[in-house]
Every structure is written in structure tokens, then in C-alpha cells.
């Protein structure tokens, strides 16, 4: 008996679920909460859909780039965070605004490690901090935050701790490369940069130079 018909968007992130009721995060939608998530079997679940929502990025993405690292998903915790969810709601505002009806205006799913697990949860509270960008590895390509959409390539980055953030981003229109124009407290024109497209248009390396255009979700261990 058919039951599902699925469609799987371009960049895979129509399966995400929208967050849980502010009523959980605290008066004024304002608090934080991590939650681990269960592999619930049942469709209508909502813990269960942000965890075959995040399962499943990881492991479209890796079949795709012939990722050779751990297969196995051993945990995997949603952050929602009342702060970062409205400003970056503003910002998909502001994006919707500069490019009406147009892909770039898009948020899409991208990959961040870093090699101090303590990060994780200041990360997912208080957001990503330009001013602390490239102390682990530097900034090659402009002065940002820097994410990929494969898996294997913020594993990279991710040291020994094997876990990984999730992340809705808003690259916009992302320049091919670095335009050599960004620095510390001086963000260049461009949207954000990108490194290394593949063929199916995704960027192994993503700059973004905004804060308030990113926001944690989920946190993966593997």
C-alpha cells in the first residue's frame, strides 16, 4: 500500500521542522534549551523529525563527498535559543527583502566544527563571535565564520571531540572565492564567500560575515 511520496529539495532542508513551541523554551521565547533527541519510530513525533531531519543531512552529505569517517550517529541534541531564533528570523527578513522570491534569499544546512567541545554550548547560547574567528585554524579565505556543507570537511576542523553543529545559514549571493577585501571589524560587500563548489552547486567552504545570519540547531555526535 503506498503511503509517502517524498521530494527532496535541492539543498535538503525542506524536511526540517519548524522549532518547538515557544511555550518550551521559557517566558517571552526568550531562554535556551538543548534537548537530546530520539530516533522515535511514527511520523508525527516532533523530536523524532528533528532527528531524521539532522540524521539525514549528515548522511546525504557524506555519501556524497566520499566521506570515510565515522558512520555511525551516536547522539544527536537540538539547541533552540529564543535570542538567536528571532534575530536570525530578522535576518531572513532582510534577505527575503534584498532578493524577493529568488533562491539566494534561502537559508541552507552547513556544517561547523571546533576542536574545544566547551564551544559547542556558548556557541548554541549566545551565537557565533566574529571577533573569534580563526584562532584554531586562521582565515584563508576573508574574515568570517567558516562552514561547509560536507560533513568530512568540518570533521576537519573538529579535532578529536567527533561532533559537529548543524547550522541554518544565509549565504545569499556568495562570491566564488575570496575578494581579498574582508577584515577584522570590516566586512567586504560581498554576501558571503565560497570555496570549492561542487558539481550539484554546494560549497566546501562557506564564509559567512554576519552573526545574526547564522543560527545553531543541531549538535551531532558521532
Given at each position: 500500500?503506498?503511503?509517502?511520496?517524498?521530494?527532496?529539495?535541492?539543498?535538503?532542508?525542506?524536511?526540517?521542522?519548524?522549532?518547538?513551541?515557544?511555550?518550551?523554551?521559557?517566558?517571552?521565547?526568550?531562554?535556551?534549551?538543548?534537548?537530546?533527541?530520539?530516533?522515535?519510530?511514527?511520523?508525527?513525533?516532533?523530536?523524532?523529525?528533528?532527528?531524521?531531519?539532522?540524521?539525514?543531512?549528515?548522511?546525504?552529505?557524506?555519501?556524497?563527498?566520499?566521506?570515510?569517517?565515522?558512520?555511525?550517529?551516536?547522539?544527536?541534541?537540538?539547541?533552540?535559543?529564543?535570542?538567536?531564533?528571532s534575530?536570525?528570523?530578522?535576518?531572513?527578513?532582510?534577505?527575503?527583502?534584498?532578493?524577493?522570491?529568488?533562491?539566494?534569499?534561502?537559508?541552507?544546512?552547513?556544517?561547523?566544527?571546533?576542536?574545544n567541545?566547551?564551544?559547542?554550548?556558548?556557541?548554541?547560547?549566545?551565537?557565533?563571535?566574529?571577533s573569534?574567528?580563526?584562532?584554531?585554524?586562521?582565515?584563508?579565505?576573508?574574515?568570517?565564520?567558516?562552514?561547509?556543507?560536507?560533513?568530512?570537511?568540518?570533521?576537519?576542523?573538529?579535532?578529536?571531540?567527533?561532533?559537529?553543529?548543524?547550522?541554518?545559514?544565509?549565504?545569499?549571493?556568495?562570491?566564488?572565492?575570496?575578494?581579498?577585501?574582508?577584515?577584522?571589524?570590516?566586512?567586504?560587500?560581498?554576501?558571503?564567500?565560497?570555496?570549492?563548489?561542487?558539481?550539484?552547486?554546494?560549497?566546501?567552504?562557506?564564509?559567512?560575515?554576519?552573526?545574526d545570519?547564522?543560527?545553531?540547531?543541531?549538535?551531532?555526535?558521532?
Amino acid at each position: 500500500l503506498p503511503v509517502y511520496i517524498i521530494h527532496y529539495s535541492t539543498h535538503g532542508v525542506s524536511g526540517i521542522p519548524p522549532t518547538i513551541a515557544p511555550s518550551a523554551l521559557g517566558a517571552g521565547n526568550t531562554g535556551y534549551k538543548r534537548t537530546e533527541l530520539k530516533n522515535v519510530r511514527g511520523g508525527s513525533d516532533p523530536l523524532g523529525l528533528h532527528y531524521r531531519a539532522a540524521a539525514s543531512q549528515f548522511l546525504l552529505l557524506s555519501q556524497r563527498q566520499g566521506y570515510n569517517g565515522p558512520q555511525a550517529i551516536q547522539k544527536i541534541f537540538l539547541h533552540e535559543s529564543g535570542n538567536l531564533q528571532s534575530r536570525f528570523d530578522l535576518a531572513c527578513a532582510d534577505m527575503q527583502r534584498k532578493y524577493p522570491g529568488q533562491p539566494e534569499a534561502d537559508f541552507i544546512l552547513a556544517f561547523h566544527g571546533t576542536p574545544n567541545p566547551a564551544n559547542i554550548e556558548s556557541i548554541c547560547k549566545e551565537g557565533f563571535k566574529l571577533s573569534l574567528g580563526g584562532r584554531s585554524h586562521g582565515l584563508a579565505h576573508g574574515h568570517g565564520i567558516y562552514f561547509s556543507e560536507f560533513p568530512d570537511v568540518s570533521l576537519g576542523y573538529a579535532g578529536t571531540t567527533q561532533k559537529l553543529l548543524l547550522c541554518k545559514i544565509l549565504p545569499g549571493k556568495s562570491r566564488d572565492g575570496d575578494c581579498g577585501q574582508s577584515g577584522p571589524g570590516r566586512p567586504c560587500g560581498c554576501d558571503s564567500h565560497r570555496v570549492g563548489r561542487s558539481s550539484d552547486d554546494r560549497g566546501q567552504m562557506i564564509i559567512i560575515f554576519h552573526e545574526d545570519r547564522i543560527l545553531p540547531c543541531y549538535e551531532i555526535h558521532l
